[in-house]
């Protein structure tokens, strides 16, 4: 028989770990086994299930007293636990109870002593009741349990939280720190939420706005409550008002940058604005294979170390390729009228260095009241008494004197040195009893080609007469003839 005692008075960092229990062991006459060893089984039993039983051999003094730790013995393998640490106590907190058994041989032949023992616990142990504790948390010494209580909100600085965790101070006593050590990293705290959004954290002032830190799908975001202000994305791209940056730094808006000597108020007409009395914008510098290592646009700027220049990329500007400026003020009849003449006119020419022909341009000198019809430009390779194929036309609609500029579709690639012309009409639309003239540059003022008319009654305008005494006015323009790397000084 036993006359036993649980102990749970143990020291605090071993409440958790074991459980002591004190009996007195006696024979079947009732005299103590002293000075003896035992074997003892523990049996812990919660409502009709077997929680967890290990053994011990443990020695009894001269009056029959033992005392052993339950937990530190060796696990049977019986019941729903399988090593003390890993009992849930939560599980059946009003209905525990122990079973002993003991062999006093010392070997496993064990026999119960009585029935089995309700549990009950110390008043500390009443007082642990309240407080449910999350694993590793710093609130208790190690080991812990892994308890979670998810019914309740936990406060603190308030006895009415309203949320799951609600923290109420009135200085900045709030902080989540981790252990630092050099060279790595871990989580101190991590804020989870459901895809595609993610979690999003509210910062508000009492009577004010919001301010919105979270994810949208995998963008993270600081946003004042409409559009996102700040944007970062996985691959490292800053957006400023911009909630899909393209490039590193993408802002969507004005930008200034100023020092503390600037006075001035930003300019809202720059895009980019360097406010400043102290410092200057540094170029990139770079050498010559530097430069050509670029993919470059009109627009880039740069300083050629090389060359101590600033350089700038831009294409070709429009530049005349070839005409006759100059005007003696002699007029040439355009008429398109069956009876009895169709009146065209001509001017053949030469490029002195090869280009697209995108422009060309005439002058009209004077023109019959209430003329208002479109004119044609067509440009032919050879000249116009050997003609060749069309190179390209234009149309335009005359209804004044002055300059007229007429765009050439499909510009074509013109070659130097090379018999080109073009023929201004009135296309054959039906007799017309009205008629405008072209102006006249000094004869011999180009000296590559010269004015060419058509007086024919055919349709077609099949044969030229060369008039040498004149050129017409006009000049021959290209928009580019190619692009590159220019000295800007």
Not at 31 to 43: E, H, R, Y
Request: charged share 15%.
């Amino acid at each position: 028989m036993l006359l036993s005692t649980l102990l749970y008075g143990q020291q605090l960092n071993d409440q958790f770990k074991y459980m002591s229990y004190q009996a007195v062991a006696r024979d079947a006459n009732g005299d103590p086994l002293a000075n003896q060893t035992i074997g003892v089984k523990f049996t812990m039993i919660f409502g009709l299930s077997y929680a967890y039983e290990e053994t011990q051999s443990v020695t009894t003094n001269e009056f029959g007293l033992f005392t052993a730790q339950i937990g530190s013995g060796t696990p049977t393998g019986l019941g729903q636990f399988p090593t003390y640490p890993e009992i849930n106590w939560l599980g059946a907190t009003g209905n525990w109870s122990l079973l002993v058994a003991i062999d006093p041989s010392g070997g496993t032949n064990y026999q119960t002593v009585g029935p089995s023992q309700q549990m009950r616990a110390v008043p500390f142990a009443n007082l642990a009741q309240t407080a449910l504790v999350l694993a590793d948390s710093a609130w208790v010494s190690p080991p812990y349990q892994p308890l979670v209580y998810t019914d309740k909100n936990v406060g603190i600085g308030t006895d009415s939280p309203t949320q799951k965790f609600e923290v109420k101070t009135q200085t900045s006593s709030f902080r989540v720190r981790e252990n630092f050590t050099a060279g790595t990293w871990t989580t101190a705290v991590e804020i989870e939420g459901s895809a595609p959004y993610g979690p999003t954290v509210e910062f508000r002032r009492g009577g004010g706005g919001a301010w919105y830190l979270g994810m949208e799908h995998d963008r993270f975001r600081l946003t004042p409550g409409g559009l996102p202000l700040l944007t970062a994305t996985p691959d490292m791209r800053i957006g400023i008002k911009n909630n899909a940056p393209e490039v590193e730094l993408d802002v969507k808006g004005n930008m200034r940058i100023a020092d503390a000597g600037n006075v001035n108020g930003p300019d809202p007409s720059a895009a980019l604005e360097v406010a400043s009395t102290t410092g200057a914008v540094l170029l990139p510098r770079l050498t010559t294979a530097q430069r050509d290592a670029l993919t470059p646009t009109p627009g880039m700027m740069i300083f050629n170390v090389e060359s101590s220049t600033f350089q700038g990329f831009a294409n070709d500007p429009p530049f005349t390729v070839g005409g006759s400026s100059a005007s003696n003020g002699v007029q040439i009849p355009v008429i398109n009228d069956f009876s009895p003449t169709i009146t065209e006119a001509a001017q053949s020419f030469q490029v002195a260095a090869a280009g697209t022909l995108d422009t060309v341009v005439f002058h009209v000198g004077s023109i019959d009241p209430g003329f208002s019809r479109n004119v044609q430009v067509t440009v032919y390779d050879g000249l116009p008494t050997t003609p060749g194929s069309v190179l390209g036309s234009g149309t335009i609609l005359v209804n004044a004197t002055g300059m007229y500029r007429v765009a050439i579709t499909s510009p074509p690639l013109l070659s130097a040195g090379t018999d080109y012309f073009f023929a201004v009409e009135i296309p054959l639309t039906g007799p017309i009893a009205q008629q405008f003239s072209l102006r006249t540059g000094i004869p011999g003022d180009d000296t590559t080609g010269s004015c060419y008319l058509c007086n024919d009654a055919a349709s077609n305008c099949a044969f030229w007469n060369f008039d040498s005494n004149y050129d017409l006015q006009y000049e021959l323009i290209s928009n580019s003839n190619g692009s590159g790397w220019v000295d800007l000084h």
